[in-house]
């Protein structure tokens, strides 16, 4: 290995990257499906060729997704391996989420880069496709209890063979889904996008010639992994603990627990996961590479300027026990594993707090709160409407959280309004920040959202796959805990909430009546009673807290004119300090 300049890294990291990121563009671009085209869920990446690990990231698709990537690209190359080799022209496609997946809606295609006869790279694309069969259109299933209920499962298999495209492999698809014509134009818009990758890598690597790029690429974990042990080794040593809980399975109203024991031992550090709860009956359960993926984001979150790579993980151990709902293999369902993978990333940061306050940050919203409407239009035709929604981010030690932003599992974006409306017989009556819901501290947590839809076809069947109905979102360094989830949908008899908080299936709506989903806030950072009194009585001025929540939560009374009163305030947050 020759020695890089800095500047040559640099370049070359950064094209490396513009790669990544002009594949993440091409698909979102070209996509049928609104969750890729606006919704940003899917990613693209560069991953070693004998390996599989992440090497280069893109910045606008799901960091998650990336993570896991890095399994399914090492599936296909043990799959491979069996059938003789990778070839060139070959590009594999699958969506086991026991094999390097998330769940079943999200569809991989692997696509070897080769030059003189050798696979260079990988490149990967993942997306998440509208509708791939199961019980429930949309695929989130919330009463599911094998992977069957949720969706077709296709293993690693060739969709082109040394360069010839195979129509049935297509046709086995198209005919398991809802809507044939968006899994169409999703698929060939990820086949664009590698096409174009394999074009920009070609011709970077004409221009550095390959062994410049392969130094690079090998310079670049290394610094990862050398940031990582020196950042983890100013942590101090010990163990720290942390919990928190998923409101249920939507088979077995019962909490579930995800535990962390975080040891921080010189330049290393182990999550040891196994006190969690076992695997379940219903679809909360994720694989092993979603677990080690989850943790790969929250550890990005927090050693956020070390380079995106698999060189994040060397110093890091990992202790998941293979029956626990963390580690399971099929037939366990997986559906729901975006508001797992989201509690993985909690209690990270839970722990991280008790070490590293300065650090750590507190519980963003911790649901996707995935919403599925279906019916029929007037003219016969099937429509299929998917969604997921935003909620508040955690505050930190520098300022408030987000308001409205989008899972910490992703950079995706939450789907246009305008967008849903043109595309699917509902209307919005309500779009808006919801007040008090973010949770109280020095620094506030970022806020939640109202959300509620009417429905304007004669009929909608409604599924809701969420989480935090039950277990808000914990503050963290004295913070407190955000509002948690709540759901109602209306009846002929008025509006009703799910048994199981946050989970249901096959509720029939009709013409007029509306869905109102109210989103959990992020939690909050240090003692409220610490936060300056013009701040909360600034956030009453803008509707972000009540006067009551002010008072309450923060010690600040305010004047008729909503100025503080920093008498009262004063002895009302001396007589809380007492307590």
């Known amino acids: 290995m020759m020695a890089i300049d800095p500047v040559t890294l640099a370049i070359l990291k950064g094209r490396l990257e513009q790669i990544a990121d002009e594949m993440d563009a091409t698909l979102f671009r070209s996509a049928f499906n609104p969750i890729i085209a606006e919704a940003h869920d899917a990613s693209h990446g560069i991953y070693d060729a004998i390996t599989g690990e992440t090497l280069v990231q893109g910045k606008s698709g799901l960091p998650i997704f990336v993570g896991v990537m890095a399994f399914a690209v090492k599936a296909v190359i043990e799959k491979a391996a069996k059938q003789g080799g990778i070839n060139e022209g070959d590009v594999w496609i699958f969506n086991d989420p026991y094999d390097g997946g998330t769940h079943l809606s999200d569809f991989r295609l692997v696509k070897p880069v080769?030059?003189?006869?050798?696979?260079?790279c990988y490149l990967a694309s993942v997306g998440?496709?509208?509708?791939?069969?199961?019980?429930?259109?949309?695929?989130?299933?919330?009463?599911?209890?094998?992977c069957f209920q949720e969706g077709m499962l296709i293993?690693?298999?060739?969709?082109?063979?040394?360069?010839?495209?195979?129509?049935?492999?297509?046709?086995?698809?198209?005919?398991?889904?809802?809507?044939p014509l968006s899994l169409y134009g999703d698929l060939n818009g990820q086949i664009n996008a590698l096409e174009l990758g394999e074009k920009r890598m070609n011709a970077l690597l004409d221009e550095y010639k390959d062994a410049t790029v392969a130094d690079c690429l090998v310079e670049l974990k290394t610094r990862a992994a050398q940031m990582m042990w020196a950042q983890i080794s100013e942590l101090p040593s010990g163990t720290v603990s942390a919990e928190d809980f998923l409101d249920n399975d939507g088979i077995v109203d019962e909490p579930l627990k995800i535990a962390l024991d975080l040891t921080i031992d010189g330049n290393r550090m182990v999550l040891d996961f196994t006190r969690s709860s076992p695997a379940c009956a219903g679809p909360v359960n994720i694989s092993r590479s979603t677990a080690i993926a989850a943790c790969y984001v929250a550890l990005k979150h927090i050693f956020g300027d070390v380079p995106a790579n698999a060189g994040v993980l060397e110093p890091v151990e990992f202790r998941i026990d293979e029956d626990s709902l963390l580690s399971v293999k099929a037939p366990k369902p997986v559906g729901g594993y975006t508001e797992t993978i989201m509690r993985l990333i909690d209690v990270i940061f839970q722990a991280v707090a008790q070490i590293a306050p300065k650090d750590a940050m507190a519980c963003a919203y911790g649901t996707i709160n995935a919403l599925s409407l279906a019916g029929h239009r007037a003219n016969g035709q099937r429509w299929v409407m998917f969604s997921f929604f935003g909620g508040?981010?955690?505050?930190?030690?520098?300022?408030?959280?987000?308001?409205?932003?989008?899972?910490?599992i992703s950079t995706a974006t939450i789907p246009p309004l305008e967008i849903l409306e043109a595309a699917y017989p509902v209307r919005f009556t309500q779009w808006a920040l919801?007040?008090?819901?973010?949770?109280?501290?020095?620094?506030?947590?970022?806020l939640g959202a109202v959300y509620e839809i009417e429905l304007l076809e004669k009929q909608a069947d409604v599924f809701l796959f969420g989480e935090r109905g039950k277990f808000a979102p914990a503050g963290v360094v004295?913070?407190?805990?955000?509002?948690?989830n709540r759901f109602q949908f209306e009846q002929s008899d008025g509006f009703h909430t799910p048994p199981m908080a946050s989970k249901i299936v096959d509720i029939d709506i009709e013409r007029g009546q509306k869905l109102r989903l109210e989103s959990p806030?992020?939690?909050?950072?240090?003692d409220p009673l610490k936060r300056a009194p013009d701040s909360v009585a600034k956030d009453v001025r803008l509707g972000i807290v009540s006067p009551d929540q002010a008072k309450s939560e923060y010690g600040v009374v305010l004047s008729y004119d909503g100025s503080v009163d920093s008498a009262a305030t004063d002895n009302l947050r001396s007589s809380e300090a007492a307590k």
Do not use: C, M
């Open 155 to 179: 293993p690693p298999v060739k969709l082109y063979d040394r360069g010839e495209f195979r129509q049935d492999i297509v046709d086995i698809l198209s005919a398991n889904s809802r809507l």
């Open 521 to 526: 806030g992020g939690g909050g950072y240090g």
């Open 392 to 408: 508040g981010h955690g505050a930190h030690s520098q300022g408030d959280g987000l308001n409205h932003g989008n899972a910490p």
């Open 434 to 446: 919801r007040p008090d819901s973010g949770g109280p501290g020095e620094y506030r947590g970022g």
């Open 114 to 120: 080769f030059r003189d006869g050798k696979v260079f």
């Open 478 to 484: 004295g913070g407190h805990a955000a509002a948690p």
């Open 128 to 146: 998440h496709w509208h509708d791939v069969g199961g019980n429930v259109p949309g695929n989130y299933n919330p009463a599911a209890t094998e």
